[in-house]
């Protein structure tokens, strides 16, 4: 049997004709820069995530870049970052030629953890960038509180995590000041090529995402300040705005997938539970937890990605590949172990859980369109690895 790790093919068949009909739409507009159908979206949007702000841009990437630029982001001027991450999480701080300071992550939630962030800041730290990794909300109310007692700025990176609730039923990207996504097709909601999207509820912030997207004119040819081309494409859109209304369904496929694994690893022995942080007899494998369970709240754990640990990571991806089964590991190496930062002044070695993490962590396939079939012989094969 084969598993891939994702495949986009079966969403596209499932809404081909609505999908098909709304790129022609734009085709033959020939609107294909911003226009009505941007702001279409971008409305659907403020709603949806209930904020006042939200404006389409070119990528996740652009999404945390513009945010950072709008903020005010100079040179040697430090940003928090969680360090185990996709890089441009840490990629857009050094960028701007502001130093990326990094933290390490909860064992449980592989997001930032809070308790680690006070000591790392300094007279120039600006910002903080959250992570909501694997489609989790990040702790976000110590965050914040951190961030308030400091007066530093809290830029979400919700890239892996649109239509996230945090526990106290907000959504994440709009709890910081700027909240960032990607229409990146592997995210959960992607769109046919690259896109993003920035919100906000504080209008200063919202005019400079606006004008920063245009190059920073305004009016037209007038700068104040230097921008971008980060503008979200038309056809995008389009795309996008036939499956925001599918999103929640999809999140809750993948949240059954993942329920499944779990129990089913539980009870062929090879964990005593989810959330538990150490290799011994009884946990062979260390399954994801989903927390901020407390409230009424429906999506408080995604599942963009699906990840396990185990020690012989790397001997379980091959005999899966073997067997037909796709897995990825995200990521191999957090951002203190990255070449391109080793003379950053702040790099030491003090992130024993991403580094444990980077070694054993393991994503398996939990894309919405899978088939029970096909999940019980994932759950087989890494069974049978694992019992060997
Ligand atoms: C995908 C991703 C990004 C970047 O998004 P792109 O649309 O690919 O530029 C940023 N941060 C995280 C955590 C991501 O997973």
């Not at 919700?158 to 907000?170: K, L, N, P």
């Not at 097709?185 to 992607?190: E, F, V």
């Not at 073997?322 to 990521?331: F, K, L, P, Q, W």
């Not at 919405?368 to 049978?384: A, S």
Request: proline share 5%; net charge negative.
């Amino acid at each position: 049997m084969q598993v891939p790790l994702l495949d986009l093919k079966l969403q596209y068949q499932n809404l081909k004709q609505e999908i098909d009909k709304a790129i022609m739409d734009v085709v033959e507009s020939q609107r294909f820069i911003l226009g009505p159908t941007v702001k279409e979206l971008e409305d659907e949007f403020t709603e949806y995530l209930n904020i006042k702000y939200a404006y389409g841009v070119s990528s996740g990437t652009d999404a945390l870049l513009i945010a950072l630029m709008a903020i005010g982001i100079k040179p040697g001027d430090e940003v928090i970052v969680p360090t185990y991450s996709f890089f441009a999480t840490a990629g857009v701080v050094a960028r701007l030629n502001a130093t990326p300071v990094f933290v390490d992550i909860d064992p449980v939630t592989f997001n930032i953890a809070p308790e680690k962030i006070e000591e790392k800041i300094t007279e120039n730290t600006k910002a903080i960038i959250p992570v909501h990794l694997y489609g989790q909300s990040a702790d976000m109310q110590p965050i914040v509180e951190i961030a308030q007692k400091h007066g530093l700025k809290v830029i979400e990176d919700g890239a892996q995590a649109i239509s996230v609730r945090y526990g106290d039923g907000r959504n994440v990207g709009t709890i910081g000041d700027i909240g960032c996504f990607s229409f990146f097709p592997s995210k959960n909601l992607g769109g046919f090529g690259d896109g993003g999207l920035v919100v906000t509820n504080d209008d200063e912030l919202a005019h400079m995402l606006r004008i920063m997207r245009v190059h920073g004119g305004e009016p037209k040819y007038y700068h104040k300040v230097i921008g971008g081309n980060f503008r979200l494409d038309a056809i995008q859109a389009a795309v996008i705005k036939v499956k925001l209304p599918h999103l929640d369904g999809w999140s809750e496929q993948r949240r059954k997938h993942a329920e499944f694994y779990n129990k089913a690893f539980v009870e062929s022995g090879l964990a005593e539970e989810t959330g538990k942080t150490k290799f011994d007899d009884k946990n062979k494998i260390l399954l994801p937890k989903a927390v901020y369970k407390d409230s009424n709240v429906k999506n408080y754990h995604i599942f963009n990605q699906y990840v396990i640990r185990v020690e012989k990571r790397n001997e379980l991806k091959d005999f899966l590949k073997e067997n037909g089964i796709g897995s990825e590991i995200y990521y191999p190496v957090p951002f203190h172990k990255q070449e391109c930062f080793k003379d950053l002044p702040s790099v030491d070695d003090d992130y024993p859980v991403a580094d444990m993490a980077a070694e054993t962590s393991l994503a398996l396939p939990v894309f919405p369109e899978l088939t029970q079939e096909q999940i019980e012989y994932v759950v087989d094969k890494v069974t049978e690895f694992l019992q060997k």
